[in-house]
């Protein structure tokens, strides 16, 4: 009896545990949702300062890296609600946005500046992980 007052209470507990985890990745936790558009816009500030964008050439940039989060967002739930959610796919999704990317980049930005540009998103995505490859959350 002692036992299973020990194990209720375990399991009970691990169930309170639970809900805050469950809870943050339901609202986008794990850098996804606004934390991700967030992150975003801090790379498209980057990207125009960087690049010395100005006009219509900084708005179009924004409107491609900005549309970027959006499709990936999409496609990351369509891979959670279909069970495909892997580190391979995940991989494979982010190498097509990143290339169709650059492609959209490419007819707006000149070579050197898709080039810089290429050079600022790596720097950039190396800032944003901590060691070890977990995302930088904070």
Same mark, same amino acid.
């Given at each position: /009896?002692?036992?299973? /007052?020990?194990?209720?209470?375990?399991?009970?507990?691990?169930?309170? &545990?639970?809900?805050?985890?469950?809870?943050?990745?339901? =609202?986008?936790?794990?850098?996804?949702?606004?934390?991700?558009?967030?992150?975003?816009?801090?790379?498209?500030?980057?990207?125009?300062?960087?690049?010395?964008?100005?006009? #219509?050439? &900084?708005?179009?940039?924004?409107?491609?890296?900005? &549309?970027?989060?959006?499709?990936?967002?999409?496609? /990351?739930?369509?891979?959670?609600?279909?069970?495909?959610?892997?580190?391979?796919? /995940?991989?494979?999704?982010?190498?097509?946005?990143?290339?169709?990317?650059?492609?959209?980049?490419?007819?707006?930005?000149?070579?050197? #500046?898709?080039?810089?540009?290429?050079?600022?998103?790596? &720097?950039?995505?190396?800032? =944003?992980?901590?060691?070890?490859?977990?995302?930088?959350?904070?």
């Amino acid at each position: /009896m002692r036992a299973s /007052m020990v194990r209720s209470l375990l399991v009970g507990t691990l169930a309170l &545990a639970m809900i805050p985890a469950t809870q943050a990745v339901a =609202q986008g936790g794990r850098g996804g949702g606004p934390r991700m558009a967030e992150r975003q816009k801090a790379l498209v500030e980057r990207v125009t300062k960087e690049l010395s964008l100005t006009g #219509e050439k &900084a708005e179009t940039v924004s409107k491609i890296l900005m &549309a970027e989060v959006t499709k990936r967002q999409e496609k /990351m739930a369509e891979m959670r609600e279909s069970g495909g959610f892997s580190r391979d796919a /995940m991989m494979a999704l982010n190498d097509a946005l990143t290339k169709g990317t650059n492609k959209e980049l490419g007819s707006v930005l000149s070579e050197a #500046e898709l080039a810089k540009y290429q050079d600022v998103r790596a &720097a950039w995505q190396l800032e =944003q992980r901590r060691p070890g490859g977990r995302p930088n959350l904070d």
